[in-house]
């Protein structure tokens, strides 16, 4: 079951410059800061209240997020949704006609996670996450 906004995703060229708005003037913690290769981004979590602020910056110039900033620039690149149990919601949503980026869950930086393509989603893409134990 779906029960709250994780995260908001949000594409920067630099996540140190992001960090200056994001964490001093702002004034959010960072939770996580890691590179994840399969996604070729630097991805930095920033704690708000019980959800939080994904930055994402490209590290290679051959990956989904590195193709969004090319052509869009910086901003909003896609709305995390906490689920229980992220393999079911992957599954509900494709018997729902919904199209799938990730048919299957995988690791990410919130957890276990799954996408949703944005051609099924008004514009949005989505993104499912299951929370590792022991953080929210
Ligand atoms: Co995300």
């Known amino acids: 079951m779906l029960s709250k906004v994780h995260h908001v995703g949000v594409v920067v060229k630099s996540a140190d410059e992001a960090l200056k708005f994001y964490r001093d003037a702002l004034g959010l913690t960072v939770t996580a800061d890691r590179v994840i290769e399969d996604q070729g981004v630097r991805g930095v979590l920033l704690q708000i209240g019980n959800s939080e602020i994904e930055l994402l ?5 051959d990956t989904g997020v590195a193709k969004f900033l090319a052509s869009r620039g910086e901003g909003m690149h896609h709305i995390c949704f906490e689920s229980d149990d992220v393999a079911k919601e992957l599954t509900d949503a494709k018997a729902r006609g919904v199209e799938l980026i990730d048919q299957a869950p995988r ?11 944005p051609k099924s989603n008004h ?3 989505v993104e499912f996450a299951t929370p590792i134990e022991g953080r929210h």
């Open 123 to 125: 514009g949005v893409l």
């Open 57 to 61: 910056e490209p590290v290679r110039d």
């Open 107 to 117: 690791p990410g930086l919130a957890g276990m996670i799954g996408f949703c393509h």
